[in-house]
Protein backbone atom coordinates (compact mmCIF):
# COMPACT_ATOMS: atom_id res chain seq x y z
CA UNK A 1 0.00 0.00 0.00
CA UNK A 2 2.87 2.61 0.67
CA UNK A 3 4.31 1.80 -2.61
CA UNK A 4 1.19 3.23 -3.97
CA UNK A 5 1.39 6.59 -1.93
CA UNK A 6 5.04 7.32 -1.45
CA UNK A 7 7.84 7.62 -4.24
CA UNK A 8 10.65 4.36 -3.80
CA UNK A 9 14.09 5.92 -2.51
CA UNK A 10 17.15 4.47 -1.42
CA UNK A 11 16.98 4.67 2.90
CA UNK A 12 20.50 5.18 2.37
CA UNK A 13 21.18 8.15 -0.08
CA UNK A 14 17.79 8.86 -1.54
CA UNK A 15 18.52 6.96 -5.22
CA UNK A 16 15.10 6.89 -6.89
CA UNK A 17 13.59 3.22 -7.87
CA UNK A 18 15.28 1.81 -4.96
CA UNK A 19 14.41 0.91 -1.19
CA UNK A 20 18.55 0.61 -0.57
CA UNK A 21 20.88 0.41 -3.05
CA UNK A 22 24.11 -1.58 -4.12
CA UNK A 23 26.51 1.52 -2.87
CA UNK A 24 24.54 1.80 0.39
CA UNK A 25 24.25 -1.79 0.92
CA UNK A 26 28.15 -2.12 0.29
CA UNK A 27 28.63 0.71 3.12
CA UNK A 28 27.01 -2.03 5.84
CA UNK A 29 29.28 -5.13 4.91
CA UNK A 30 30.97 -6.12 7.84
CA UNK A 31 34.50 -6.71 6.77
CA UNK A 32 36.70 -9.16 8.12
CA UNK A 33 38.39 -7.63 10.93
CA UNK A 34 34.55 -5.96 12.21
CA UNK A 35 33.20 -5.39 14.48
CA UNK A 36 36.05 -3.16 16.31
CA UNK A 37 36.71 -2.94 19.41
CA UNK A 38 36.03 0.67 20.20
CA UNK A 39 36.86 2.89 24.11
CA UNK A 40 33.64 4.86 24.40
CA UNK A 41 34.66 7.93 27.12
CA UNK A 42 32.77 6.11 29.57
CA UNK A 43 33.81 2.50 30.12
CA UNK A 44 31.58 0.42 30.47
CA UNK A 45 33.50 -2.64 32.16
CA UNK A 46 32.90 -4.93 29.47
CA UNK A 47 34.07 -4.85 25.50
CA UNK A 48 32.35 -2.60 23.26
CA UNK A 49 31.81 -3.35 19.79
CA UNK A 50 30.89 -1.39 16.48
CA UNK A 51 29.59 -2.58 13.20
CA UNK A 52 31.17 0.84 11.83
CA UNK A 53 30.80 4.68 11.99
CA UNK A 54 27.60 6.74 12.80
CA UNK A 55 28.23 8.05 9.37
CA UNK A 56 26.65 7.91 5.65
CA UNK A 57 24.02 4.90 4.69
CA UNK A 58 24.66 3.33 8.19
CA UNK A 59 23.28 6.46 9.96
CA UNK A 60 20.18 7.25 7.52
CA UNK A 61 18.83 3.84 8.00
CA UNK A 62 19.56 3.60 11.76
CA UNK A 63 17.45 7.09 11.67
CA UNK A 64 15.12 6.06 8.99
CA UNK A 65 14.15 2.96 11.10
CA UNK A 66 14.19 5.04 14.16
CA UNK A 67 12.38 8.17 12.88
CA UNK A 68 10.60 7.82 9.73
CA UNK A 69 8.93 4.29 9.90
CA UNK A 70 10.96 2.88 7.65
CA UNK A 71 10.60 -0.66 8.67
CA UNK A 72 12.36 -1.78 5.26
CA UNK A 73 15.51 -0.82 6.67
CA UNK A 74 15.11 -3.06 9.53
CA UNK A 75 16.32 -6.16 7.14
CA UNK A 76 19.66 -4.94 6.01
CA UNK A 77 20.40 -3.56 9.49
CA UNK A 78 19.80 -7.30 11.05
CA UNK A 79 21.98 -8.91 8.34
CA UNK A 80 25.02 -6.71 9.31
CA UNK A 81 23.84 -7.37 12.84
CA UNK A 82 23.83 -11.22 12.29
CA UNK A 83 27.50 -11.47 10.99
CA UNK A 84 28.62 -8.93 13.27
CA UNK A 85 27.38 -11.08 16.70
CA UNK A 86 28.47 -14.68 14.23
CA UNK A 87 32.18 -12.71 14.09
CA UNK A 88 32.36 -12.33 18.14
CA UNK A 89 31.23 -16.20 18.65
CA UNK A 90 33.61 -16.98 16.46
CA UNK A 91 36.22 -15.07 17.71
CA UNK A 92 34.96 -16.39 21.40
CA UNK A 93 33.94 -13.33 22.15
CA UNK A 94 30.48 -14.79 23.25
CA UNK A 95 29.04 -17.94 23.49
CA UNK A 96 26.13 -19.89 22.64
CA UNK A 97 23.90 -20.20 24.35
CA UNK A 98 23.19 -15.90 23.99
CA UNK A 99 20.84 -13.52 24.75
CA UNK A 100 20.74 -10.50 23.41
CA UNK A 101 19.37 -7.49 25.50
CA UNK A 102 18.92 -4.29 23.92
CA UNK A 103 19.79 -1.16 25.24
CA UNK A 104 16.93 0.62 26.78
CA UNK A 105 15.08 3.53 25.31
CA UNK A 106 12.92 5.96 26.79
CA UNK A 107 9.42 3.88 26.58
CA UNK A 108 7.41 6.56 25.74
CA UNK A 109 10.02 7.53 22.25
CA UNK A 110 10.00 3.85 21.54
CA UNK A 111 6.15 3.81 21.01
CA UNK A 112 5.89 6.90 19.42
CA UNK A 113 8.21 5.55 16.67
CA UNK A 114 6.48 2.20 16.40
CA UNK A 115 8.17 -0.04 18.60
CA UNK A 116 11.71 -0.16 19.56
CA UNK A 117 13.56 -0.22 16.39
CA UNK A 118 16.63 -2.22 18.36
CA UNK A 119 14.91 -5.40 19.44
CA UNK A 120 13.07 -5.28 16.25
CA UNK A 121 16.69 -5.74 14.33
CA UNK A 122 17.88 -8.08 16.89
CA UNK A 123 15.08 -9.84 16.56
CA UNK A 124 15.82 -10.39 12.74
CA UNK A 125 19.27 -10.75 13.14
CA UNK A 126 18.90 -14.09 15.26
CA UNK A 127 15.87 -15.52 13.33
CA UNK A 128 16.48 -19.21 13.31
CA UNK A 129 19.01 -19.41 15.97
CA UNK A 130 17.86 -21.31 18.46
CA UNK A 131 20.35 -20.83 20.96
CA UNK A 132 20.29 -17.13 20.51
CA UNK A 133 16.99 -15.30 22.13
CA UNK A 134 16.45 -11.52 22.45
CA UNK A 135 14.92 -10.67 26.02
CA UNK A 136 14.14 -6.44 26.22
CA UNK A 137 15.14 -6.95 30.03
CA UNK A 138 16.12 -3.23 30.67
CA UNK A 139 13.60 -0.27 30.61
CA UNK A 140 14.24 2.92 31.23
CA UNK A 141 12.27 5.01 33.82
CA UNK A 142 10.58 7.72 32.32
CA UNK A 143 12.16 10.58 34.36
CA UNK A 144 15.62 9.76 31.81
CA UNK A 145 15.26 12.75 29.13
CA UNK A 146 16.09 11.72 25.46
CA UNK A 147 20.19 12.14 26.10
CA UNK A 148 20.17 13.67 22.51
CA UNK A 149 22.24 17.20 22.88
CA UNK A 150 23.50 16.25 26.35
CA UNK A 151 27.57 15.83 27.43
CA UNK A 152 29.15 13.05 28.61
CA UNK A 153 28.73 14.00 32.77
CA UNK A 154 24.74 15.01 32.44
CA UNK A 155 24.51 12.00 30.19
CA UNK A 156 25.83 10.04 33.04
CA UNK A 157 23.55 12.20 35.79
CA UNK A 158 20.55 11.53 33.21
CA UNK A 159 20.85 7.37 33.93
CA UNK A 160 22.11 7.27 37.09
CA UNK A 161 19.53 4.55 38.85
CA UNK A 162 17.22 5.19 35.98
CA UNK A 163 18.08 1.78 33.60
CA UNK A 164 15.51 -1.10 35.53
CA UNK A 165 15.35 -4.30 34.72
CA UNK A 166 11.97 -5.52 33.70
CA UNK A 167 10.30 -8.98 33.81
CA UNK A 168 12.13 -12.34 34.21
CA UNK A 169 15.69 -12.17 33.62
CA UNK A 170 17.57 -13.97 31.01
CA UNK A 171 19.59 -17.41 32.19
CA UNK A 172 22.03 -17.33 29.95
CA UNK A 173 25.20 -14.80 28.65
CA UNK A 174 24.06 -11.56 27.85
CA UNK A 175 25.03 -9.99 24.81
CA UNK A 176 23.76 -6.05 25.24
CA UNK A 177 22.97 -4.29 21.60
CA UNK A 178 22.59 -0.75 20.94
CA UNK A 179 21.96 1.34 18.13
CA UNK A 180 24.56 3.72 18.74
CA UNK A 181 27.30 4.29 21.25
CA UNK A 182 28.06 7.77 22.19
CA UNK A 183 29.40 8.36 25.08
CA UNK A 184 29.11 4.65 26.47
CA UNK A 185 26.74 5.79 29.58
CA UNK A 186 23.92 3.80 28.35
CA UNK A 187 26.03 0.75 27.80
CA UNK A 188 27.46 0.99 31.01
CA UNK A 189 24.25 1.72 33.22
CA UNK A 190 22.91 -1.48 31.06
CA UNK A 191 25.79 -3.63 31.86
CA UNK A 192 25.60 -2.20 35.75
CA UNK A 193 21.96 -3.11 35.99
CA UNK A 194 22.30 -6.65 34.13
CA UNK A 195 25.76 -7.54 36.60
CA UNK A 196 23.67 -6.60 39.97
CA UNK A 197 20.49 -8.89 39.28
CA UNK A 198 23.82 -11.60 38.64
CA UNK A 199 23.68 -12.01 34.73
CA UNK A 200 27.37 -12.40 33.08
CA UNK A 201 27.48 -9.88 30.24
CA UNK A 202 30.47 -10.84 28.32
CA UNK A 203 29.99 -7.31 25.53
CA UNK A 204 27.94 -4.84 24.03
CA UNK A 205 27.81 -4.85 20.28
CA UNK A 206 26.56 -1.24 18.75
CA UNK A 207 25.37 -0.73 15.43
CA UNK A 208 27.19 2.52 15.39
CA UNK A 209 29.87 4.16 17.04
CA UNK A 210 29.24 8.21 16.80
ZN1 LIG B 1 21.63 4.21 -1.51
Not at 1 to 21: E, I, K, S
Request: with cysteine; proline share 8%; hydrophobic share 50%.
Amino acid sequence: MLDLVLPLQCGGCGAPATRWCDACAGELIVAPDEPHLISPRVDPQVPVFALGRYAGARRRAILGVKEHGRGDLVAPLACALATGVHRLLVWGMVDAPLTIVPAPTRRLAARRRGGDPVTRIATAAVAGHPEIGVVPALRMRALARDSVGLGTAARERNLAGRVVLRGRPPRTDVLVVDDIVTTGATARESARVLTAAGLRVTAVLALAAA
